[in-house]
């Protein structure tokens, strides 16, 4: 098992370059990570700052994570939350179908059907950590923002209103009907 994090500063871009939308769509979640509370950049100074780094340590082996892996694959997804998924993915590339006409001059291009399959699967992870074998509507509508966030891309249009994708997925999940 493996995972990639990647990091975007959105101050300094010279020399840097945006990744194009159908290599920034295979990455699973965009998480909006912001300055840290007060006490929390307190917690990163003494660790940082203070005595010697502590030994870092495995909390669990591989095999513990492929196990976890194979029962995240069997939480129970009902065809309706798959139906509500879908829902919300095809809303974003036609969002006059779901009574969202104003949002199709603002969507240049909506979500892959990658999206489709990383709502399902992150959905399945959250219910697990939640301790349940099945999914519900809000462990999609709780991971859809960071999972459509970029791959939601936006018109001129929507550049000069100051829209945004995150307003857009919003708005999208404030209409579709949830099951």
Known sequence: P????????????EGTYPLPEAQVDRFMLKVIVDYPQRAEEREIIERMTGSPLSEVRPVIDPQHI??????VGQ????????DYV?????ATREPAEVGLEDLRNLISYGASPRASIFLIMAARAHAFLKGRGYVTPDDVK????DILR???ITTYEAEAQEVTS?????????????P
């Open 2 to 13: 493996f995972l990639v994090l990647a990091t975007q500063n959105p101050i300094e871009q």
């Open 66 to 71: 492929l196990n976890a892996r194979k029962i």
């Open 166 to 178: 995150d307003e857009i997925v919003q708005r999208i999940l404030d209409h579709v009907e949830v």
């Open 86 to 90: 879908l829902d919300l993915v095809i």
């Open 150 to 152: 970029h791959r939601v």
């Open 75 to 82: 939480i129970y997804v009902d065809d309706k939350i798959k």
């Open 142 to 145: 709780q991971l859809a923002p």
